[in-house]
Each structure stands twice: as structure tokens, then as C-alpha cells.
């Protein structure tokens, strides 16, 4: 009679019909039981797509072969494979570009995270993103907090993504490509979702828009450890991240759990950006440590890792002719601390990417 590791090639050297890839590498034969008193096989396996011709004519050719190796009968059941395994293997219609996620060159992809609101992440991802553009790279920055979005407003985006074939093509603002759900409803409507409502939106994010050749995805996450946070790390396994925390202790008590999340899940944390470290005055250039002291040093020894900078409470100095009410001029000092932040995060990944 045969025996588990017969069935599971036997089953697995077949391809599935629809991602045309063989079933043991998509990982699609499971629960494999055989009864050797009554030569039972039975089998589930996974596909694309259930209830198909596709279907009936593999479920054939699965119970013959299973016959030829020995089984008097055959049980089949099937189910449909995890979304994110479908969108990685399908592929690209006639005159689509493949997604961002089975590109042939991978871009990094860099998160950056909290463990609370209210500390600027979002305008650090932002600066980040842009930062990264005045080095000359290719940057995408996603907007991934689904409820909280607000990249379009805090770039001054006022137009929308526009659609070529199947794909959307991100808004291009400051030379970052940019997507947001901020882009998707109507007169700052919130958002009413559900959890896996919102992993679909990222998965969207990441196969139905025009991404075209990017060496950065910056991916501005919702604060705390939630049902995005989460999507992320399994969808990103390569994933790295950044951390924002403010000097108070309790932002940086807090962000150590955002920290300590990405190292269970073997996401590698760049650094730690403090921000609003401090105001300066513009008078006497004397600074008051308005949020506390010492939260990012205490964080990155609990962590083990680098602050990369320290943001000021400035004001960026706004442009009516090219508005972008959160984005610091590249000459502007704190321009200059994020443009520093971008160069010691792109030194460190460029020689393992």
C-alpha cells in the first residue's frame, strides 16, 4: 500500500490549472489519510479556482493515477488557495505588467511603524519617501493606514490615481509614486471595514497598481500591532522597518511593542527616529526638550538598534505655488536631519540588496 510520501508526489507533481505550477510547490496537498485495510486514499487540494472544468478534469487524473499506484478508492476534496498565493503566481494578462510582489527585481520594501498615534509617523514616512528621491532612487510610498490615511493631504496631492488597462497608476508627487485609500472615497468619508477587508486593500496596493521599476516601497503602516500590521508581516517577509517614537517615556514604552512584533516575525529594524525631540528657538537657538528627554536611547538599547536621527518641532516653510504642508524642503534644517536619516538607511541596505 502506499504511503504518505508516495501520495504527496504522486498528487504533487501534478500542475494546478490556473497558475499552471506544480501542486508541491504551491503547497496545495494536504490532509493526506490512507486506510491500508481498505486501500482508502483520500486527499485535499488545493486550486486557484473551484467548481471548474479545470477542477473536474484534474480530480480525474488525480483518482486515476492514485488507482494506477495501488488505491481501490479515492476521496477528493478541494478548496481554494490563500489569495496572496494566487496573486504571486498569477500570471500577468496580455499587456500587464507583472505585480509588485513577483517582479523579477524585487524592490526593498521599508515600513515604517509605531506603537501609538500622535507621534508623526506619517510625516516621517513621507519626508522618507521623499528624501529617498533626492538621492536619485526610484520611491512608491503606500499609504497603508487604512482609517487614518492622510499622505495625499500632507503632500498636497490634489489629484487622483489614473487607469491604464487593468492597473492603476499611482499619483506622482515630489518624484515619489504615491497610493492611498485617501484616494478611493469621497470628502474624508471614514472608512467602515473589517479586518479582512482591509488585507484585501493591501493586496491590492500591491498587485493592481502600476508600480513600474522602484528600488524603495515605503509603506506608512497604522499605529499599534493590528490587522494591517499583521497582513504586512506576512505578506512582506523581507520587510524591513523603521521605528518612530517620540523622547516620552510612554510613546517610546509603547513603540517597543511595535519593535518587538517586527522581530518576531524576523522583520530586520533599521533604526529609530525620534521625532519632536525638541523645539529650538528661533531667537536664541536655545532648545526646550518639550516632550521629555532620553525615549529614543532608552528604545533603541531595549531594541538593540540605531537612532538614526532626531526631528525637531519645526514648522516646514510653505510654498502657496507648490503647497505641501508636510514635506521640509530639502535646504530647510530639518530637511537637511531627514535627508541624513535617508542616506545612513539607504548605506545600510544597499550592500545586502
Known amino acids: ?6 501520495v504527496n508526489k504522486i498528487v504533487g507533481d501534478l500542475y494546478e490549472p490556473f497558475l499552471h505550477k506544480p501542486l508541491s510547490e504551491l503547497d496545495a496537498v494536504k490532509d493526506i489519510k490512507i486506510k491500508p485495510e481498505k486501500q482508502h486514499v483520500s486527499v485535499k487540494v488545493a486550486l486557484a479556482k473551484t467548481g471548474s472544468a479545470e477542477q473536474m478534469q484534474l480530480q480525474q487524473e488525480i483518482v486515476t493515477r492514485l488507482k494506477e499506484a495501488g488505491a ?3 476521496g477528493l476534496r478541494f478548496e481554494e488557495l490563500p489569495e496572496e498565493v494566487v496573486m504571486k503566481y498569477q500570471e500577468p494578462a496580455p499587456g ?19 506603537g501609538k498615534g500622535g507621534v508623526g509617523k506619517s510625516t516621517v514616512s513621507v519626508n522618507l519617501a521623499v528624501s ?3 538621492l536619485g532612487k526610484k520611491v512608491g510610498l503606500i499609504d497603508a493606514d487604512i482609517y487614518g490615511f492622510s499622505v495625499p493631504d500632507m503632500m498636497g496631492i490634489t489629484v487622483r490615481p489614473t487607469i491604464e488597462g487593468e492597473k492603476v497608476v499611482p499619483v506622482e508627487r515630489l518624484g515619489v509614486k504615491v497610493i492611498s485609500m485617501g ?5 474624508n468619508a471614514p472608512v467602515i471595514w473589517r479586518g479582512p477587508m482591509l488585507g484585501k486593500m493591501l493586496n491590492n496596493f500591491f498587485h493592481e497598481v502600476e508600480w513600474g521599476d522602484v528600488d524603495y516601497i515605503i509603506l506608512d503602516l497604522p499605529p499599534g500591532t493590528g490587522d494591517v500590521a499583521l497582513d504586512v508581516h506576512s505578506m512582506l517577509p523581507s520587510c524591513k522597518e523603521v521605528i518612530v517614537s517620540t523622547p516620552h517615556p510612554t510613546a517610546a514604552f509603547v513603540a517597543a511593542r511595535a519593535g518587538a512584533m517586527a ?3 524576523d522583520h530586520e529594524i533599521v533604526g529609530i527616529v525620534e521625532n519632536m525631540a525638541y523645539f529650538e528657538s528661533a531667537k536664541t537657538g536655545e532648545k526646550e526638550y518639550v516632550f521629555g528627554k532620553g525615549g529614543g536611547e532608552k528604545l533603541a538599547e531595549e531594541l538593540g538598534i540605531p537612532i538614526l536621527g532626531k526631528i525637531p518641532l519645526r514648522q516646514p516653510d510653505w510654498d502657496d505655488d507648490d503647497f505641501a504642508p508636510s514635506v521640509y524642503d530639502q535646504n530647510h534644517p530639518t530637511g537637511e536631519i531627514y535627508l541624513d536619516i535617508a542616506k545612513k538607511i539607504d548605506q545600510s541596505i544597499s550592500p545586502q540588496a
Open 72 to 74: 481501490e478508492t479515492v
Open 183 to 187: 484616494f478611493f472615497v469621497e470628502d
Open 1 to 6: 500500500m502506499m504511503r504518505e510520501d508516495d
Open 132 to 134: 529617498l528621491a533626492r
Open 263 to 265: 522581530l518576531k516575525t
Open 96 to 114: 500587464q505588467g507583472k505585480s509588485l510582489l513577483n517582479s523579477d527585481k524585487q524592490p526593498v520594501f521599508l515600513a515604517v511603524a509605531s
